[in-house]
């Protein structure tokens, strides 16, 4: 096999994973769905951040991390962050979508909401339930830090 057999063995593949991680191609890496952000739009660095909602390292980093990286920060208008949803698994898939549902201002509440509850959601009979239920307690939602 050549390299540029592997290559083109790699497109569709590739094609994928660009609309999976939210970019119309690898080259343009303009955003399909949007982008969900952290901070302002003119800070002079800008961070992407790829996460999965099932991942326990995310969850921590999520928990004890991005409160005081956001406050020195974000909050300070020196960075600004974007996620991007990366599922490892159908779960995360499904929580993205719900994630995604909640709109641009409560997205990242919502993540929060879905790292602090992780353990408890995937211990569940139906983890996809649990964070739908997280949706409809709005109050939480409006209230928990950004």
């Known amino acids: 096999m050549t390299i540029s057999d592997a290559v083109r063995s790699l497109r569709a593949p590739l ?34 951040a790829f996460h999965s909602m099932t991942c326990p390292a995310c969850a921590k ?13 974000v909050d300070t208008g020196r ?6 949803d990366f ?7 499904l929580w993205a979508k719900l994630a995604r ?3 641009e201002e409560r997205y990242s509440a919502y993540m929060g909401l ?12 139906d983890p996809v339930d649990g964070a739908a239920r997280l949706v409809d307690s709005s ?5 928990y830090p950004r």
Do not use: H, M
């Not at 660009?18 to 952290?38: F, K, N, W, Y």
């Not at 980093?61 to 920060?73: D, G, N, Q, S, V």
């Open 15 to 48: 094609a994928a994973l660009t609309i999976l991680l939210g970019v119309a191609s690898a080259a343009s890496a303009t955003p399909v769905l949007g982008e969900r952000s952290d901070g302002r739009a003119d800070a002079p660095v800008t961070v992407i």
């Open 61 to 73: 980093f999520k928990r004890e991390t991005w409160p005081e990286l956001k406050a020195r920060y």
């Open 79 to 84: 960075v600004r962050v974007v996620w991007r």
């Open 87 to 93: 599922p490892l698994d159908r779960v995360a898939l």
């Open 101 to 103: 549902c909640v709109g």
């Open 114 to 125: 879905i790292y602090q509850s992780q353990p408890e959601l995937l211990r569940g009979q």
């Open 139 to 143: 109050e939480r939602l409006n209230f």
